[in-house]
């Protein structure tokens, strides 16, 4: 399946049952008050390059900030988790609730939650060092969440084997990952846009966990082409 056509499936499948979408959303919204809380109201909705695209962390003292991200990549692992669970019983069943989803992710919450801390301290250190490494850590990991609901493996061993899909694969997952990073810009264009007030903050922070949740699913969906090739 080509990349486009991988793109177009993620939103159709969201289309069928947009509850796939509500973990994220939720998640994004309580982990950017949450950075509100910790760093202080004034900081979410001032300043240019004062707020991430994922989750609608807020600026402050860097290893504030550092820590917000990481407790972000935490439970955005868990929502994942959820993302791809709901996805599966959507194509199995044609609908699904966020009960499934919960229960599932749940039962490989150790997981989820270890390989989401673990990728979360590597990006953080990636983007520390000129921000390429970061962004090359996010992608040859993109499959981990995935694979760790798919075929319940360690956090570990999903790491692994998320590398070893993508480097078999580089000039495909390349392309799928580029086509993220560029909806990702949308997401941030549209978070600068309504930052202007507490109302636009947390537009801005749905638009982040509908972006996360969609990443979710074109992961699962690429992951089910490429994952029986390797």
Known sequence: ??????????????????????????????????????????????????MDEIGGRVAGPMYVK???????WILHSFAQGMVV???VEVEDKGRTSLGHGFSSAKKRAGSLLFAGFAVGILIMIGFMLFFIPGILVAYIFLFTFVII?????SPIDAMKRSVQVVRSNLSYTFALFASIIGVGLLAVVVNILFRVSIIGLLVGMAVSGVYM??????????????????
């Not at 609901?149 to 493996?153: A, D, G, P, Y």
């Not at 969609?214 to 994952?227: H, I, S």
Request: net charge positive.
């Open 85 to 87: 669970s709901m996805v």
């Open 66 to 72: 550092s820590f917000m991200a990481i407790v972000g």
């Open 149 to 153: 609901m798919l075929e319940e493996s």
């Open 213 to 230: 949740a969609y990443t979710g699913v074109v992961a699962l969906k690429a992951y089910q082409e490429l994952g029986k090739k390797v």
């Open 1 to 50: 399946m080509s990349v486009g056509r991988i793109l177009k499936k993620g939103l159709e499948i969201i289309r069928k049952d947009p509850v796939i979408i509500a973990p994220s959303i939720l998640v994004s919204i309580a982990s950017g008050l949450l950075s509100v809380l910790v760093i202080g109201g004034h900081a979410a909705i001032t300043g240019p390059g004062e």
